[in-house]
Every structure is written in structure tokens, then in C-alpha cells.
């Protein structure tokens, strides 16, 4: 059995580590923390979880987390990275779902998320959880760095193209949009539903935080520089991530759809759909599944891939569960085999 830990346990990617875990046939989950509801049964703020955690919260300690086999940080940015080295030091594995170790490069995340990193020389250690590229170093992994859900869709859905060099990696471009639920559960007046219901917004445009994860992973499978546009839009819908992928094809001659079938083909979280498909957020809300359909309007020379997930599964949860079971040789699926929720 594998003792697991949630540091964060009151946020959307927090419970739903819980939703998921609390019926993993081979995790109990022994420590949530919450400084401000700590001493608080965690099924008295969730009642979803009646009859399936009697755990309270309780304040973040490094000895009590130290009991565990593995700890999920769900927590903002900056917190993972002020524990990490002390529960690696104690043999618990770690799995961040913030982006404190995401980056390679120290001083590029200190420039996009403001502020120093406190363990730089675990960096270069953490493995990047995306289990579709990483499988192997996730097996034998400490530290694992849990990509963002606007990466993990637009990486999947760019993927397959860049390896085999059919498109212009210098000219990507992901038109990506996201339920409010990615904000993250804090009080914040753009994510009140009578500024986001009926509307529909970009944000970010000169640049957002994840711009230089989803590089830093599409560079390593492209032979020369990639330059991405990335625009992200917030949606009147809780859950889901869509990308519009949009690539310029180098060579028209390759047959797309068998391209990609070829390439998820062994995968259990990607689904790419019959050709002429359109991916839909509602198909997979719930799930760990990627769903991928690939299209080349009017035959010509630009290809758009259209992507989806659950931003709280694929996105968060489901994917640190995902590396969990690979960390510990259990089946990559493991609790992770629910079928979406429809409607």
C-alpha cells in the first residue's frame, strides 16, 4: 500500500487528488494539509467525500509528510520548492502539481513567476511529468514536475508533427481555451460568474506563464527553434481545456491521421479520434484522457489540431496519478479508468 500525503488539500486540484485517490485499490491517503482549516474534518468542507475520508486537516509539517511514501503539492507557486529538499532527504517521493520545477532554466522561471527559486539545484533532478514522453525517467524518478494543462494539451496535440519534422516549427501557433476552474479556488473578481457567464475573453496575450514550459518541451523534439504564439482564452464553463492547434506543413505528402494514430497508438490517456472528428471538452470532462482529431482544411498546406482535457485530470490530478503509479511499478491506468461524465 502506498501512503500518500496532499499538501493543499482545500483547492480544486487538491480535492480532486482526493476524488481520485480515495478509491485507488492501492493508495491511502494518510495527511491533507490546510493551514487555515487545519484540526477541520476535510468531509465537513467537502461532503462528496462523506463516507470516504475521515481525515482532518492539518498544518503542513515536514516530519508528519515525512511519514509518507510520496506527497502531492497542490499548492500556488513557490511553496513545493521551501519543502521539497527536506521530504527528498527523508526518501519521500515528491510530485509537484505547481510550476516550481517545471523550467529548466532557474533564471528564466524567476523572471516569469517573480521571485527567487529556493532549491535550484533540485532543478536540474526533476523529472517533467508528461508520462506520453517521460515514461522511463518518471519510473526510477524522486521528483517529478507536473506539467501545466495548457501545456499538456498543446504538447500532445504538436507533438507527433515536430518528431517527424513535418512543420515549420518557427510558425506555431495555439489558440487555447480553458474553464474557470484553472483560475484555482480563491476569491477573485474575474472569476465570479456574472463576470464570466455570457462572455467569452482572452487574457494573457503578450505573454503567459506557460508560454515558456510549452517551449521548452516542444524544443526538445524539434531540430531547429521554435517559435509559438500562445494565446489563452477564459471560457463561461468549469471544466476543460480546447487548443486549436495551428502548424504549417512542410511536407503535404504524409498521410496526418495515420501519423497520429501511430503515434498514441500504445497510449491509454491519448485518444485520437476517427478522421473528420471534432474534439469536444464534455468527452472527456472527468477523465484522464487526452482526445486528439486532426485536420487540413481544403487540402492545403496548414494543419489544425484540435486537443482536449480536464484541466483538474489530465491536466492536475489524474496526470500526478498517473506518474505516481509508474513511480511505484504499479499499472499506469490505476484509478484512473473513469468514463466521462455526460452530459
Not at 129 to 158: D, H, M, S, W
Not at 206 to 235: C, N, Y
Request: net charge negative.
Amino acid at each position: 500500500m502506498i501512503h500518500a500525503g496532499i499538501v493543499g488539500g482545500t483547492g480544486y486540484t487538491g480535492v480532486e487528488l482526493l476524488r481520485l485517490l480515495m478509491p485507488h485499490p492501492d493508495v491511502a491517503v494518510t495527511v491533507v494539509t490546510s493551514r487555515a482549516d487545519a484540526g477541520t474534518r476535510v468531509d465537513t468542507i467537502y461532503p462528496s467525500l462523506r463516507g470516504y475520508c475521515e481525515l482532518c486537516f492539518s498544518a503542513p509539517d515536514v516530519d508528519t509528510l515525512a511519514e509518507c511514501d510520496v506527497v502531492f503539492f497542490a499548492t500556488p507557486n513557490g511553496t513545493a520548492m521551501t519543502m521539497a529538499g527536506a521530504l527528498l532527504a527523508r526518501g519521500v517521493k515528491v510530485i509537484d502539481l505547481s510550476a516550481d520545477f517545471r523550467l529548466q532554466d532557474v533564471d528564466e522561471w524567476r523572471q516569469w513567476y517573480g521571485m527567487e527559486h529556493a532549491c535550484p539545484d533540485l532543478v536540474a533532478e526533476a523529472v517533467y511529468g508528461l508520462p506520453e514522453v517521460n515514461r522511463e525517467a518518471i519510473k526510477t524518478a524522486r521528483l517529478i514536475a507536473c506539467p501545466g494543462c495548457y501545456p499538456t494539451a498543446v504538447q500532445l496535440g504538436f507533438l507527433p508533427l515536430l518528431k517527424h519534422q513535418l512543420i515549420n516549427p518557427g510558425a506555431l501557433i495555439a489558440d487555447v481555451k480553458s474553464g474557470v476552474s484553472g483560475a484555482g479556488r480563491k476569491a477573485q473578481l474575474s472569476a465570479l460568474m456574472s463576470e464570466n457567464g455570457e462572455s467569452f475573453k482572452s487574457y494573457a496575450v503578450t505573454g503567459h506563464r506557460h508560454l515558456p514550459e510549452i517551449r521548452q518541451g516542444l524544443q526538445a523534439h524539434s531540430q531547429k527553434a521554435v517559435q509559438l504564439t500562445f494565446v489563452p482564452h477564459l471560457t463561461p464553463m468549469i471544466r476543460g481545456i480546447h487548443a486549436t492547434l495551428y502548424g504549417t506543413l512542410q511536407d503535404t505528402g504524409k498521410n496526418l491521421q495515420h501519423i497520429f494514430e501511430t503515434a498514441y497508438q500504445d497510449e491509454t490517456f491519448v485518444d485520437v479520434l476517427p478522421e473528420g472528428s471534432m474534439a469536444d471538452t464534455r468527452n472527456v470532462r472527468g477523465t484522464n484522457r487526452c482526445q486528439i482529431a486532426v485536420h487540413r482544411p481544403q487540402n492545403g498546406d496548414t494543419i489544425v489540431v484540435l486537443s482536449v482535457i480536464d484541466n483538474l485530470v489530465k491536466g492536475a490530478a489524474g496526470q500526478a496519478i498517473q506518474n505516481m503509479n509508474l513511480m511505484f511499478n504499479q499499472d499506469e491506468s490505476t484509478g484512473l479508468t473513469q468514463l466521462a461524465l455526460y452530459p
